[in-house]
């Protein structure tokens, strides 16, 4: 959630996949702080859609978990690659470190490219995490993502050593890409495997096609391979690397000309200076004018240095070791006893991505198990009613029904009082300035010098009495414009700042009214008793004759 603050008045909300419900790693949103913003941006997501409880669904998963498991069978959970898993790494190894949950003697294992760093990254954010989490580092001082039973695996070599059965987390979680579509094509065929969604996607996504199939059914599967380059591919492929390298040297080549260049004019402009004055006699033209003595200086020459966005370049001769020359007796010795030949540097064999359409048969389990980790419907509703309560809204992010249904909501409630409720489409632009009848005018110096300016608080106000007229500027733009009127009318006086009865009982002095406090009132001219009441309100009683 993001909360902006325009002219230290309007306070604009973005407030978009909150949730509001303590999770392991997590705390809640807290909303404390936020009083009726003047625009809330928010999503319609789950406008429509109501979780299971939290308790209801980790039972859920616990048993497929065990059902699959004591099947001989694995469990796939497709997940995202750094976010919602973290959630489910603390909630499976507190599993398997329960003795009784029975998960003890199966692998459990993380497959992602950069699974290593997720978690060593999480290590060094416990400050940003739940308050469950700080204090158990804080008073057990162990770290809550040092997994003793989660093996960290980088590759489909590396979980080939796992032994079977076992429970994978790996991404992505629409199954768009990366181990887990890879995995599908050989999983989905064995019965006694299951796969489990934790989030909803998009309707077109594989994730989406594999829930809504029904199990003995084939789906269309995209897979893509990396496979070296061979024959004339291999061959375009090296040409193109130095043609790229010519150019590159080409490049350097005019670079250092232009680099001989300068300084040869710089040589140019030191070849008649001398690191002594010049005597009057050694000269060999006087001119009639009297000059001043000259003291050159030393000749120097500025190395002119070259940088990018990047910074300075590299100069790789100021990096490169020089070898030590080889004596005549080490000579002779290698040539006596010649060292056998070291086998040539591999060198790394460009590859290409090639992707094949395969059908495979789904005869394992599919199951959506919501580990979504936003608020649903009903709670974004009571949220927005009875804590929120934002003047104007702006509703993105859902499906045209949930939009519309979130947005009818609003309308519809007593309790929010929301002015303007806007659902754009994809691309379309919502002004939603609230102040739309303030303009910027320009004051006649005239009018500014007239006005009686009196402090309030921190800022000084004057009431007058002006016309608007539009004129053309320099550059032939409209102004506005305040000219003062040749008549000024009467207006009713207007208070600022909070009455005191110390400074009227002064003014009223001033005028020649006998002003006296008498037990908190003020007693004029003993005839008129001036009083503030509790609700702050001034009171006068008495007559003026």
């Known amino acids: 959630m993001w909360k902006i603050m325009k002219d230290d008045e309007e306070d604009i909300v973005y407030a978009v996949d909150f949730n509001h419900k303590k999770e392991r790693h997590l705390n809640g949103a807290l909303f404390n702080n936020i009083i009726r913003p003047s625009l809330l941006i928010t999503d319609a997501y789950n406008a429509t859609f109501e979780y299971k409880k939290r308790r209801k669904r980790d039972q859920e998963l616990i048993s497929t978990i065990l059902e699959t498991v ?4 694995n469990v796939i959970i497709v997940v995202d690659t ?22 003890s003697a199966y692998s459990l294992a993380l497959l992602n490219h950069v699974g290593y760093n997720v978690v060593d990254f999480a290590k060094n ?10 204090k158990q580092f804080e008073e057990q001082r162990s770290y809550p993502f040092h997994f003793k039973h989660l093996n960290l695996c980088h590759s489909l070599q590396e979980l080939e ?7 994978l987390l790996t991404s992505m979680a629409d199954l768009s890409c990366g181990f887990a579509r890879n995995l599908l094509a050989v999983s989905a065929e064995t019965k006694e495997n299951c ?32 496979v070296p380059l061979e024959g004339k591919e291999l061959e375009d492929h090296f040409a193109s690397v130095a043609k790229k390298q010519q150019e590159f040297e080409k490049m350097e080549v005019e670079e250092e000309g232009e680099e001989t260049d300068e300084e040869q004019e710089d040589d140019q402009a030191l070849v008649q200076r001398h690191d002594v004055p010049i005597p009057e006699e050694t000269q060999s033209k006087k001119s009639f004018f009297k000059q001043h003595k000259v003291y050159p200086m030393f000749p120097f020459h500025e190395e002119k240095i070259k940088w990018d966005e990047y910074g300075e370049f590299i100069k790789h001769e100021h990096f490169r070791i020089e070898e030590e020359p080889i ?22 064999i460009p590859t290409k991505c090639v992707t094949s359409r395969i059908k495979t048969q789904v005869n394992c389990k599919v199951k959506f198990i919501d580990f979504e980790g936003r608020s649903d419907g009903e709670s974004i509703k009571r ?13 993105v992010h859902g499906t045209p029904d949930s939009s519309r249904h979130l947005a009818e909501f609003c309308r519809d ?29 320009k004051l006649k110096d005239a009018l500014v010098t007239a006005a009686k300016f009196s402090r309030a608080n921190d800022a000084e106000l004057a009431w007058i009495d002006a016309v608007i007229d539009v004129q053309l500027n320099a550059d032939k733009e409209e102004v506005a414009m305040l000219e003062p009127l040749t008549s000024k009318p009467s207006h009713v006086p207007v208070f600022i700042n909070e009455p005191r009865l110390s400074n009227l009982r002064q003014t009223l002095i001033k005028s020649g009214i006998q002003a006296e406090f008498n037990g908190g009132v003020l007693v004029c001219n003993n005839k008129v008793a001036i009083r503030r009441n509790a609700s702050g309100t001034i009171q006068i009683e008495g007559t003026g004759r």
């Not at 829930?211 to 599967?221: C, K, Y």
């Not at 004596?327 to 790394?348: D, H, Q």
């Open 413 to 441: 409630s007593k309790d929010m009082g929301v002015s303007q409720i806007f659902v754009p489409g994809i691309g379309e632009t919502v002004d939603a300035t609230s102040e739309r009848h303030i303009y910027q005018v």
């Open 195 to 226: 796969i489990i969604v934790t989030q909803r996607t998009k309707p077109d996504t594989l994730a989406s096609k594999l829930l809504g199939n029904a199990i003995n059914n084939t789906i269309d599967i995209t897979i893509g391979k990396r």
């Open 82 to 103: 750094a976010g919602r898993v973290l959630e489910l790494m603390q909630l499976l190894e507190q599993l398997w470190r329960n003795t009784e949950s029975g998960l």
């Open 327 to 348: 004596k005549e007796e080490e000579m002779e010795t290698e040539k006596a006893n010649p060292a056998p030949l070291a086998p040539a540097a591999a060198t790394e």
């Open 70 to 73: 004591r099947q001989d069978g």
């Open 125 to 134: 954010m416990l400050e940003w995490m739940s308050d469950t989490v700080t």
């Open 161 to 167: 050593k796992i032994p079977s059965p076992y429970v």
């Open 383 to 395: 949220i927005l009613a009875a804590v929120l309560k934002p003047r104007q809204m702006v509703i």
